[in-house]
């Protein structure tokens, strides 16, 4: 009867969906390849989000942050949004033509917690990073620091230490 019941459970396993991290919904997110290739084309900047399944502030930064009409409007019209899960497989190319997987790309990144956010130019080059939880405020702020091309003369502490 245990074998029965250890068999049973396993089978169960094998028939669960996956577990993946999701994006905010509302967003056009992409894939980073995609996103790069967007980039490139648009001239836009790159925000790049690094989540995870089970992460309990990626859903509060979801569900509260990325709820905001505000930071959907602004962020869906200033960059090209690529979503990435720091845990993943799945398998992405970079601009040297290199395949990764996107945990790997996250360790190259020294993304080892999440949430992590990226903002790159549309080239791929790191502009900066914000990690943790984020505020409307805080998002809104971040897009002021990088549309106005702040972050080519200053730190973003440096910007936000003037708004103050």
């Not at 019941?5 to 089978?11: E, G, I, K, T, V």
């Not at 509260?64 to 190319?93: C, M, N, Q, W």
Request: hydrophobic letters at 40%; proline letters at 7%.
């Amino acid at each position: 009867m245990n074998s029965f019941r250890a068999f049973f459970c396993s089978l169960l396993l094998l028939m669960a969906p996956p577990m993946y991290a999701e994006p905010p919904v509302g967003y056009p997110f992409v894939h980073y390849d995609e996103g790069l290739k967007r980039a490139a084309a648009s001239g836009r900047p790159v925000f790049l989000y690094f989540g995870r399944y089970g992460c309990g502030y990626c859903g509060k930064v979801n569900a509260e942050t990325f709820s905001s009409p505000k930071v959907r409007e602004v962020y869906t019209r200033h960059y090209e949004l690529v979503y990435l899960d720091a845990e993943s497989g799945h398998r992405i190319r970079l601009p040297s033509g290199e395949w990764i997987t996107e945990s790997e790309l996250g360790a190259r990144l020294n993304v080892f917690s999440t949430p992590v956010f990226l903002y790159l130019q549309p080239d791929g080059t790191p502009i900066f990073r914000a990690p943790g939880y984020k505020t409307v405020a805080d998002l809104l702020a971040f897009d002021r620091f990088i549309q106005s091309g702040a972050w080519r003369r200053q730190t973003i502490n440096e910007f936000l230490e003037q708004r103050r």
